[in-house]
């Protein structure tokens, strides 16, 4: 347990100095009113936890600061000139009402980000959809004038941007201060998939299914435009980055996520390319959330049946061992040498020298019989 909250907090870090980093990008275009913005939703979606779960009886804690990156997130995906009570309002309801109420950070259900955007942009359309040409700073507490409609807009009706690929790359051209910085989005999201911070079956799958499309049902005249323009507009790159690949919401095998990425992806390029929707992959990445639910209760059984059959296999290999162990034959005893050998072969020298003694005995005997009839004999003729 306490791994896993060091991880979650080691991803959170990384997150953070992404977002952080384009919000300096932000600051570069449009002023300190994006560093202030920022700042609201961060100070807000802070505030907004704490009283939540005091309110529910929980403890805040040092893990629950995770709602920072949702807010961050969420300033990035609105113009930066937009009202600051517009931008609080939408990181409370991110916060009350996408996560804490349906159990909060540990049973992420939305991504609180994606929640907070969809209801920003059904109350305050007009608001969160009009924005600043890149270099017009705008004062803190100033009221924006001149506003326009984003590069998105401009590409779903005609199909058409009138920027240079080097514009496209650093970001100058109108939209959200976050997803126009398609450079600093493409490190983001190579840093963020190679440290393992966000699913990379799910972003590959999103891409994927964005080029997909767009080769096949082309929105642009040239095959490089209608493939790369579908790429950095509505918000696109960004929610593959930030909302799709969220692992708190993605499926966590790669092969569901990109399947669950892919389905995202391509449902929003038809819904662009009918209805010209604005930044619409947001939109359907919350619809699709029974569907990332439906893949982690799959994997969920998955892994049960995995750890029954781990299990089973076990018991087995535990049986096959006794056995084995009662079938073996039981070791012989190795028996003890007989004594009766051993004293045979002792008994074998001493019968022999017996019988040697005897047989000198009866030389000897024989020699002395010779003598006594020699003697005799000697004495005989004398």
């Known amino acids: 347990m306490l791994k896993q909250a060091k991880q979650e907090r080691l991803i959170w870090l990384d997150i953070m100095l992404t977002l952080l980093t384009l919000e300096l990008m932000a600051y570069f275009y449009y002023g300190l009113r994006a560093l202030v913005l920022g700042g609201v939703c961060i100070t807000v979606s802070a505030a907004a936890e704490f009283i939540s779960l005091r309110l529910m009886h929980k403890r805040f804690t040092a893990d629950d600061l995770t709602c920072t990156s949702d807010a961050l997130i969420i300033a990035l995906m609105l113009p ?28 992420m259900i939305f991504s609180p980000a994606a929640a907070a955007y969809v209801f920003l942009l059904t109350s305050w359309k007009n608001q969160t959809l009009q924005f600043t040409a890149p270099h017009v700073h705008t004062g803190i507490f100033e009221k924006a004038t001149g506003l326009v409609t984003s590069a998105s807009h401009s590409f779903n009706l005609t199909g058409e941007m009138s920027v ?114 604005e930044n619409a992959i947001v939109i359907v990445a919350l619809l699709f959330t029974p569907i990332a639910l439906a893949f982690k209760n799959l994997e969920k059984r998955i892994d049960d049946l995995e750890i029954q059959a781990l299990s089973v296999a076990a018991q087995k290999s535990e049986i096959t061992a006794e056995e084995e162990t009662e079938a073996a034959p039981e070791p012989e005893e190795i028996s003890k040498p007989d004594d009766s050998l051993d004293e045979e072969a002792f008994d074998l020298p001493e019968f022999s020298i017996n019988e040697i003694n005897e047989l000198i005995e009866a030389e000897h005997l024989a020699d002395t019989d010779e003598e006594q009839n020699a003697e005799e004999v000697t004495g005989d003729e004398e």
């Open 164 to 277: 240079s690929d080097f514009e496209i790359l650093m970001g100058n051209f109108s939209g959200p201060a976050g997803a126009v910085s398609i450079l600093l989005l493409a490190v983001a999201a190579l840093i963020l998939i190679l440290r393992g911070d966000i699913s990379g079956g799910a972003f590959i799958g999103t891409i994927s299914g964005t080029v997909l499309l767009s080769y096949l049902v082309p929105m642009s005249g040239g095959m490089v435009d209608s493939i790369k323009f579908p790429l950095v507009t509505n918000m696109v790159l960004f929610a593959a980055v930030y909302i799709v690949s969220d692992k708190r919401i993605a499926p966590r095998r790669h092969y569901y996520a990109f399947f669950y990425g892919l389905f995202i992806a391509m449902t929003s390029y038809i819904i662009v390319l009918t209805t010209a929707k």
């Open 80 to 107: 930066t000139v937009i009202d600051y009570k517009i931008a609080a309002i939408g990181c409370v309801f991110a916060v009350v009402a996408a996560k804490n109420i349906f159990g909060g950070r540990l049973n």
